[in-house]
């Protein structure tokens, strides 16, 4: 073949000619990287190989994590984990070696990433969400994504691909696609949901917390020294302190309020010696003050059981009562307190969710996109809780990583919350410095939620 031949072939000349007349018109100073630009651009992205691997969580126990490659670059993605995995979310694919980190390793998650994902996505477009989660979830017939739990128990084999792993590599698809098109993750995730324009959300920052997880806001730290020395700012897994007071909370947030309590259960219910809450609330009331941000900060609580309370500021309640104890929770929504968000007792599970709205149950949707398995699933639950009008907050695992991806996930659905845990460590500190550089980015047009932080 000629040189003639070959630029006729590929239509060079044209493509060379409209790149250099590009530059002329952009006057820019730097013609060769531009034109250069120009034609990277001009030629439509598609994987071309998708590399996973083992890292470790902010626990120390693996998870999984995807270097999705295109012929424009590499975009990378790690998945969270939670503890435990309830039995309604999507199923991560775990070894089950109890010689290699107690069973808890995803070797074969990874392999399943390199060999059937992988096989399946190369030469696709990156910006099609939903045809590529489509088509990891063909790869899957499992409605867990993972088998069936008597399978697993039966043979321990993870025959199905895992959320895990598809989860992975949908965010490298995301972030792949978005750079495809040359625009902000967060907007691109706002284009995929159909959304409008991006919102910055109300974050709900961990202060005081126990039992298997532990809290943190900074305002407080010289307050429970005050009160309980320095052996109370010890740090717990998402970056709070767990100060003595936390095991005190933790029990006592559990039967916040007696009025309350007569009035939302009934008589025959067992319920836990009440212990009181006043200190712990009083300390965060009091670095709320200390801070300068009296009436300006409102409270959440996250209490996995029973009662409340209308002597603080609460605006949020997150998992009142058992995952399966439907009524009591539905009873809580109808008093119409503040916002009741479904947790455990959703599990960012469709069906739950559909269940939910139609009886009322709850009134907000705790998102945790490792629940789901993929972007584009996590987008359609988020679209169901609006439709609601239902408050929506995009929330992290126990168990995170460095990357980001929920706080341009957060923006770009405009759900107005996010809870990433305390402004302390490196895992945390990832998702609200990216809120940082996403509110420097958007500028004048940067939209904070403020009032409207339930964004239905």
Known sequence: MSVQEYLDKHMLARKIE?????????????????ISNHMKKAVPSAITKIKAR??????????????????????????????????????EVRDGEKGKYLGKGVSKAVKNVNEKISEALI?????????????????????????????????????????NAM??????????????????????????????????PIPAITVLSGGRHAGNNLAAQSVIVDKHGSCGCNVGEDGGFASNVSRTLLLSVCLLLEKLQRSILPSKASLWPLLSISEGLDLVKEAIDRAGYKGRIKLAVDVGATEFCIDYPIA???????????????LLSNLGICQVVGDDLLMS??????????????????????QVGTVTEAIEVVKQAKDAQWGVIVSHRSGETEDSFIADLAVGLATGQIKAGAPCRGERLAKYNQLLRIEEELGDQAVYARENWRMP
Request: with cysteine.
């Open 316 to 330: 949020s309640i997150e998992q009142p009562f058992d995952k399966d104890d439907w009524e009591h929770t539905k």
């Open 167 to 200: 989860l992975a590599v949908s965010i490298a698809a995301c972030k792949a696609g978005a750079a495809e098109k040359d625009v902000p993750l967060y907007q691109h995730i706002a284009d995929l949901s159909g959304k409008g324009d991006p919102v910055l």
């Open 349 to 370: 599970n469709p069906k739950r969710i559909e269940k939910a709205i139609k009886e009322g149950t709850c009134n907000a949707l705790l998102l945790k996109i490792s």
């Open 18 to 34: 409209d790149a250099v007349n590009a530059a002329v018109r952009a006057k820019t100073t730097d013609p060769v990287l531009f």
């Open 54 to 91: 083992q890292i470790l969580d902010s626990r120390g126990i693996p998870t999984v994590e995807v270097d999705l490659y295109t012929n424009k670059g590499m975009y990378r993605a790690s998945v969270p984990s939670g503890v435990p995995c309830g039995m309604y979310e999507a199923v």
């Open 123 to 163: 030469g696709m477009d990156p910006s099609l969400q939903s045809q590529i989660d489509q088509t990891m979830m063909d790869l899957d017939k499992t409605e867990n994504k993972a088998g069936s739990f008597l399978a697993i128990a039966r043979n321990n084999l993870y025959a199905e691909i895992g959320a």
